[in-house]
């Protein structure tokens, strides 16, 4: 699969047969609401990464810090841990898994964004995109990974969404886009009705 992007300022259709989708209604507006920032210096983003087993941190610092526009300035892996690093390290972006061993990385987003803080943050895990990319977005995060892709994924979704960039799999993005257009048989689980409680708990009981 090849990540696609579409810009922020993309035009979405005013009117839709489900505009009134409250999940769909605040991934347009967030869309809509974003800032330009395709101008934004790619040079040195500054990258925190929340993982909590060690090797996958360790994998993902050696391929980033092979990169000459990017750094990890600090790695964490429960949610106090990873508040506690961005508040003193304050970086450009957040890498999140969505399993941390305290708790899971969507409720890490709304933490973060709770606390009026904007940092571009990149979901990268091993569930199912279907399930949980929508829901990422949703928290705030601008992008979802699926840790099963080719590492050059990884870079180019954190180059996409620290320049403003929405970096889903086209698959993904062609599901998203459809929905807003008002095509109700988008070949969704019936598990993506699930509140995110909801399907945390499925999952672990799985």
């Known amino acids: 699969r090849r990540f696609v992007w579409y810009n922020y300022t993309m035009r979405l259709p005013t009117q839709s047969a489900n505009r009134k989708s409250q999940i769909m209604t605040t991934i347009v507006e967030a869309l809509r609401n974003s800032p330009m920032t395709d101008e934004t210096p790619l040079e040195n983003c500054r990258i925190l990464i929340v993982d909590d087993h060690p090797l996958m941190r360790r994998g993902l610092s050696q391929v980033i810090d092979d990169q000459t526009d990017m750094e990890v300035v600090g790695e964490a892996a429960t949610i106090p841990e990873a508040l506690e ?39 990268s895990s091993m569930h199912d995109e279907a399930l949980f990319a929508e829901r990422a977005i949703r928290a705030g995060a601008q992008g979802y990974v699926n840790k099963h892709e080719d590492t050059s994924r ?19 993005t062609d599901r998203l886009l459809n929905r807003v257009a008002g095509r109700h048989d988008d070949g969704g689980s019936p598990l993506g009705r699930l509140t995110d409680r909801e399907l945390e708990v499925f999952r672990m009981i799985g």
């Open 85 to 123: 690093k961005f508040k003193s390290h304050n970086p450009d972006l957040v890498i999140v898994d969505i399993s941390l061993g305290d708790g899971n990385g969507i409720e890490l987003i709304k933490q973060i964004r709770s606390r009026g803080e904007d940092p571009r943050m990149l979901v």
């Open 154 to 172: 990884l870079i180019q979704a954190i180059r996409d969404v620290r320049a403003g960039r929405i970096a889903l799999s086209e698959k993904m």
